[in-house]
């Protein structure tokens, strides 16, 4: 026997295959104590401040400003200002110019955004670094190739910007929906104003440093930080021509009764109730990563979450089954750790709304299923869950949770499987699991629904419009159908 056969004859036999912790380097990013508004291309000296936590620990990261009505005036007269005097002047090319560099540093920043996107939000840092910037940067590196070509995109009409537009995001995304809003208005000629979410702000405030070193024109796009009342000034600013919403279907119906007769511009993409569609010769094993990825993505906080799982009545307990199993493996904990699938609930308002739904799908008479997990003891966390005998009337059949809760009905019939994914006051997005192509194309005909996945689920592409019908909003973002919301036409 060689030296090299006795060393490997000695090698201990592992016992288990548990992950070891593989954190990210949180000190990637640095964190200021305390920000104030981004406006005018400064930094504006805030009057009230709060402050904005980690998820994960409930600790404090930073002090954020809470943006007074004079503030939010400040920044929507700046944005006036480089609206009338610059931005829409300069040259649609040299637009596009300053989108590409925004794309670039995004890039070149991705992994120091990724611990913040992580570290502010409790989502798992792999998401952050594999999903979210990458996709924020294409959508910039997108709408920087249409910033010169909106007579191509809109033939026979003139195309001209609108002018300011309010935009305010939701805290699931931050990042990705500032990309999504920004991208599309600054590719137009308008100028912004953006309000990010109260409890997720740092990624737009880092994002203010991108707009330095891309030497964007002073006031071309604001940042101002607060809760509600903040948003209800922006909404309600004369000086503001149009408003992008995406959040809570409720917000988003009070918004359309401020804006009713005033003439301002509104798109709003709000909640849904996605249906995830299992036909009984759909690849049950990739319908499984499918599931898992549809609703214990960012831990279920997606507006297009596929919270309702529509199995055929045929496949319904091997799949459920193979679903219990899969469970079983997700990884719930740091959000920093490149091993965790399931990271922290981003609020204690959010866990408290979760636990609420919960606890009414088991009074009602639904079986909860939750896999064996240990759950830190600090900061704000929830278990995957499966609920299955679930009956259409339930809550945790019509409401949206916007958390890692799955239930699970049945059907036997193409026809009712439409009635069922239908049965919603919402209507963003779909999915559909079936090996015949003709059905995936008849399925998607008959739902209402803006956004259907045909054998894969929470698939974005910058290139593909995104939008809902019914109580899930109006106007499109992403593609050429992006770029209308911010137009007007001679």
């Known amino acids: 026997m060689t030296e090299l056969e006795r060393k490997q004859d000695r090698a201990p036999v592992p016992s288990s295959w548990d992950y070891a912790p593989a954190p990210e380097a949180r000190d990637l990013v640095q964190v200021r104590e305390r920000y104030g508004h981004f406006v005018g291309g400064g930094w504006l000296e805030p009057k009230e401040t709060y402050a904005t936590i980690d998820p994960s620990s409930e600790e404090s990261i930073a002090e954020v400003g809470q943006a007074t009505k004079e503030e939010v005036e400040l920044a929507v007269g700046s944005a006036r200002d480089a609206f009338e005097n610059s931005w829409s002047a300069i040259s649609p090319s040299e637009r596009a110019k300053y989108l590409f560099r925004i794309a670039r540093i995004l890039q070149e920043r991705s992994r120091e955004f990724a611990v913040l996107e992580s570290l502010n939000g409790g989502k798992p840092i792999r998401e952050s670094r594999d999903v979210d910037l990458p996709l924020s940067a294409a959508h910039f590196f997108y709408y920087a190739g249409w910033a010169d070509k909106l007579e191509y995109a809109f033939p026979n009409r003139k195309p001209r910007p609108i002018g300011v537009a309010g935009q305010i995001v939701p805290w699931n995304f931050p990042l990705l929906?500032?990309?999504?809003?920004?991208?599309?208005?600054?590719?137009?000629?308008?100028?912004?104003?953006?309000?990010?979410?109260?409890?997720?702000?740092?990624?737009?405030?880092?994002?203010?440093?991108?707009?330095?070193?891309?030497?964007?024109?002073?006031?071309?796009?604001?940042?101002?930080?607060?809760?509600?009342?903040?948003?209800?000034?922006?909404?309600?600013?004369?000086?503001?021509?149009?408003?992008?919403?995406?959040?809570?279907?409720?917000?988003?119906?009070?918004?359309?009764?401020?804006?009713?007769?005033?003439?301002?511009?509104?798109?709003?993409?709000?909640?849904?109730?996605?249906?995830?569609?299992?036909?009984?010769?759909?690849?049950?094993?990739?319908?499984?990563?499918?599931?898992?990825?549809?609703?214990?993505?960012?831990?279920?906080?997606?507006?297009?979450?596929?919270?309702?799982?529509?199995?055929?009545?045929?496949?319904?307990?091997?799949?459920?089954?193979?679903?219990?199993?899969?469970?079983?493996?997700?990884?719930?904990?740091?959000?920093?750790?490149?091993?965790?699938?399931?990271?922290?609930?981003?609020?204690?308002?959010?866990?408290?709304?979760?636990?609420?739904?919960?606890?009414?799908?088991?009074?009602?008479?639904?079986?909860?299923?939750?896999?064996?997990?240990?759950?830190?003891?600090?900061?704000?966390?929830?278990?995957?869950?499966?609920?299955?005998?679930?009956?259409?009337?339930?809550?945790?059949?019509?409401?949206?949770?916007?958390?890692?809760?799955?239930?699970?009905?049945?059907?036997?019939?193409?026809?009712?499987?439409?009635?069922?994914?239908?049965?919603?006051?919402?209507?963003?997005?779909?999915?559909?699991?079936?090996?015949?192509?003709?059905?995936?194309?008849?399925?998607?005909q008959r739902l209402r629904a803006g956004v259907i996945w045909a054998n894969t689920y929470n698939r974005f592409d910058p290139s593909s419009p995104f939008g809902g019908y019914k109580e899930s909003g109006f106007g499109r973002e992403g593609g050429r159908h992006g770029l209308e919301p911010y137009l007007e036409f001679e």
């Open 177 to 444: 929906m500032l990309a999504w809003k920004i991208a599309p208005a600054l590719a137009t000629g308008n100028t912004v104003v953006l309000k990010p979410a109260e409890t997720t702000p740092l990624s737009a405030l880092l994002f203010a440093d991108v707009l330095r070193q891309a030497e964007l024109p002073p006031g071309v796009v604001n940042i101002v930080t607060g809760d509600g009342r903040t948003g209800a000034a922006l909404v309600k600013s004369p000086g503001v021509d149009k408003i992008a919403f995406t959040g809570s279907t409720e917000v988003g119906k009070a918004i359309q009764r401020e804006l009713a007769g005033t003439g301002t511009h509104l798109t709003l993409e709000l909640g849904g109730k996605a249906a995830n569609i299992i036909f009984d010769d759909a690849a049950l094993d990739q319908a499984v990563e499918g599931i898992v990825n549809g609703i214990y993505f960012n831990q279920g906080h997606v507006c297009c979450a596929g919270s309702r799982l529509l199995v055929q009545e045929s496949i319904y307990e091997p799949l459920i089954g193979k679903l219990k199993r899969r469970l079983a493996t997700l990884r719930v904990g740091d959000p920093l750790d490149k091993n965790t699938d399931v990271g922290a609930i981003n609020s204690r308002q959010q866990l408290d709304k979760i636990k609420q739904l919960v606890a009414s799908g088991e009074e009602e008479g639904a079986a909860i299923y939750q896999p064996p997990c240990k759950l830190p003891e600090k900061g704000y966390w929830f278990a995957p869950t499966v609920f299955t005998n679930v009956a259409q009337s339930y809550r945790i059949a019509q409401e949206e949770i916007f958390g890692p809760v799955l239930s699970v009905l049945t059907f036997r019939t193409p026809d009712e499987a439409v009635e069922k994914a239908n049965n919603t006051a919402y209507g963003l997005s779909a999915g559909v699991w079936t090996e015949k192509g003709s059905r995936i194309l008849a399925m998607a």
